[in-house]
């Protein structure tokens, strides 16, 4: 397989899985994105249309209609059916993703290839579930997705080499670049970012500076694109949690959540989407 596959099935309209459909789209493929029930679907048209339009203002090659038309939104996964390359991007919950690849992997053929777009839960647990564990990996995507450089690759030891290279080639084709790395807990993005993030919300908590000034450091004296605590607003605070504590209990007290990030969780603020975090968003 060269370039970007020519169908794709995307199970899941979140945020996450809206934006790898349209990043396909905009590659070429027909895309079928799976979401659960008439309302949920009907979120991730919306999401689709409001993405395409946004790329369409940012790059001049992108048509909105001929976009639009190759995206497809269902609540049957007998969709998939045919289906070069299935990405499963329901929420970071490890039963949930089983679930949804397992039931995607009986309809596909076996030629077909399958992956996860997770930031830190065990793809290796994952795989050990499926039939076809040799076509399958992890695909690590980065919010928001169409403008994003980076795709993590996830390899697990079951993943077979040609995999390893298909997947290169598809994430070229959305002209991203592809880094490989080995299944482990938070893999290298998830483990840095995660790190850089927590202790910046201590250093919140003990007073050292303003949430401003703290991202400013890394956005100025580092030339980070976005400072770790307003990065965490946009991932949110409630992913941002769950993942430190899968870290916390697999790699140890480094990565123990601050109490001021579970206190905003508990209050419901949850970051950009909920319009505070540890910075207030508006409507608009």
């Known amino acids: 397989m060269s370039g970007a596959p020519e169908r794709v099935g995307v199970i899941g309209g979140g945020r996450m899985g809206a934006g790898i459909a349209q990043a396909f789209a905009q590659a070429g493929s ?14 991730a048209r919306g999401r689709l249309t409001d993405g395409v339009a946004k790329a369409a ?11 639009l038309s190759r995206l497809h939104v269902t609540s049957a996964y007998e969709d998939l059916a045919s289906a070069d390359l299935v990405v499963e ?31 830190s839960l065990p793809v290796t647990q994952i795989a050990e579930h499926l ?21 993590e690759v996830v390899l697990t030891p079951l993943t077979a080499a040609e995999m390893r290279s298909a997947a290169g080639e598809w994430i070229a084709a959305l002209a991203k670049t592809a880094i490989f790395v080995n299944d482990t807990p938070g893999f290298a993005s998830s483990r840095l970012g995660n790190a850089l993030a927590l202790e910046a919300m201590r250093m919140l908590e003990e007073d050292v500076a303003s949430a401003a000034d703290i991202d400013a450091a890394m956005e100025l004296g580092y030339r980070h694109a976005t400072g770790p605590l307003r990065t965490s607003d946009l991932v949110g605070l ?19 959540p601050p109490q001021i990030l579970k206190d905003k969780v508990a209050a419901g603020h949850l970051g950009r989407k909920t319009g505070r975090g540890f910075f207030e968003y508006s409507s608009s």
């Open 30 to 43: 027909t895309v079928t994105v799976v979401e659960r029930d008439q309302a949920s679907m009907e979120s």
């Open 57 to 67: 203002a940012r790059i001049e090659s992108v048509d909105v209609a001929e976009t």
């Open 89 to 119: 991007a329901v929420p970071e919950i490890l039963d949930l993703k089983i679930d949804a690849l397992t039931r995607a992997e009986r309809i596909l053929s076996p030629s077909a290839w399958l992956t996860t777009n997770t930031s």
């Open 131 to 151: 039939s076809r564990p040799e076509r399958f990996c992890g695909l690590h995507f980065f919010n928001p997705v169409p403008p994003s450089a980076l795709v």
């Open 238 to 256: 409630d992913v941002r949690l769950d993942i430190c504590e899968f870290l916390h209990a697999t790699l140890g007290e480094r990565f123990a």
